[in-house]
Nanobody, 127 residues
């Protein structure tokens, strides 16, 4: 199983950018679909973005489409979430998740589909 570890969170002004990284240890990263979820203050955890095992398939929540980009570098066992045009409502703890899959282009978007989770990284957007 892949064990994700997030980094890159912090405090940023509205309109700014951050790039989150998820370093995934374990021998099955290249066979894993990866996802980002977030949980804002007083809110349920929600889907943000996901990427398929082969990096070709991606999916985004409507709230971040056009502003966030998910990518992966299998040589570094790392998934990235580039976040631009940040808004105060993007403030949340961001979690990286992994799931070993057989299909090369499957993009899981439900949290229950994921087997491994990181501890999360805080993103705070000041208005």
């Amino acid at each position: 199983q892949v064990q994700p570890v997030e980094s890159g969170g912090g405090l940023v002004q509205a309109g700014g950018s951050l790039r989150l990284s998820c370093a995934a240890s374990g021998p099955t990263f290249s066979r894993s679909a990866m996802g980002w979820f977030r949980q804002g203050p007083g809110k349920e955890r929600e889907f943000v973005a996901a990427i398929s095992r082969n990096g070709i398939g991606t999916s985004y929540a409507d709230s971040v489409k056009g502003r966030f980009t998910i990518s992966r570098d299998d040589a570094k066992n790392t998934v990235y979430l580039q976040m631009n045009s940040l808004k105060s409502e993007d403030t949340a703890v961001y979690y990286c998740a992994a799931r070993t899959v057989i299909s090369m282009d499957y993009v899981p978007i439900i949290s229950d589909d994921y087997a491994s989770w990181g501890q999360g990284t805080q993103v705070t957007v000041s208005s």
